[in-house]
T-cell receptor, first 113, second 112 residues
Framework: EAEVAQSPRYKITEKSQAVAFWCDPI?????LYWYRQILGQGPELLVQ????????DSQLPKDRFSAERLKGVDSTLKIQPAELGDSAMYLC???????????FGQGTRLTVV | QKEVEQDPGPLSVPEGAIVSLNCTYS??????FMWYRQYSRKGPELLMY????GNKEDGRFTAQVDKSSKYISLFIRDSQPSDSATYLC????????????FGQGTILTVHP
């Protein structure tokens, strides 16, 4: 069964270090999302891609976060420098196109110490 | 006001009970609705996807949408301990690119 792949599953990093997360969406899915989920809350959108283009990054803290999807397939989310408040689950999701079912990966749990 | 409000729970029910999970939304441009189940430390798993008012059934799960009241519900029949999880409602639309907006989640515990 096709699924969204994310790595790493867990990451512990020190404050002020750089960290990167990778996502490989379901094959053929044009829309890719990165969400951040704080424990006990619903996921909040960081960035949405349509193919290789960003369609929404309004909630992405652009002073420290960056995201790319260069060939319109897999994607990388980077944080530099990491802060204690960045500790959360980072989720990637994909959908065939906009307004269709979105499927999530298992997430990357980030702990900043 | 959040665009999607979800009854926070937590909810605790005995095995076999019917569970009702509810969300309201404020943006009338929302067109599509999804329910996800999320086990602890896992990614959300899609349970139901619907886009019209009325009911949609899949096994023990029924999704209900009332666009006139901006109200969506998920019913679980014959609940099982394995249904214990956080349930998230999500709405799609409101923008030209189909933004996916989540409620805060309801924690459900089904005890034997």
């Amino acid at each position: 069964e096709a699924e969204v792949a994310q790595s790493p599953r867990y990451k512990i990093t020190e404050k002020s270090q750089a960290v990167a997360f990778w996502c490989d969406p379901i094959s053929g899915h044009a829309t890719l999302y990165w969400y951040r989920q704080i424990l006990g809350q619903g996921p909040e959108l960081l960035v949405q891609f349509q193919d290789e283009s960003v369609v929404d990054d309004s909630q992405l803290p652009k002073d420290r976060f960056s995201a790319e999807r260069l060939k319109g397939v897999d994607s990388t989310l980077k944080i530099q420098p990491a802060e204690l408040g960045d500790s959360a689950m980072y989720l990637c999701a994909s959908s065939f196109r906009m307004n269709t079912e979105a499927f999530f990966g298992q997430g990357t749990r980030l702990t900043v110490v | 006001q959040k665009e999607v409000e979800q009854d926070p729970g937590p909810l605790s029910v005995p095995e076999g009970a019917i569970v009702s999970l509810n969300c309201t939304y404020s943006n009338s441009a929302f067109q599509y609705f999804m329910w996800y189940r999320q086990y602890s430390r896992k990614g959300p798993e899609l349970l139901m996807y619907t886009y019209s008012s009325g009911n949609k059934e899949d096994g023990r799960f029924t999704a209900q949408v009332d666009k006139s009241s901006k109200y969506i519900s998920l019913f679980i029949r014959d609940s099982q301990p394995s249904d214990s999880a956080t349930y998230l409602c999500a709405d799609v639309g409101g923008t030209s690119y189909g933004k996916l907006t989540f409620g805060q989640g309801t924690i459900l515990t089904v005890h034997p």
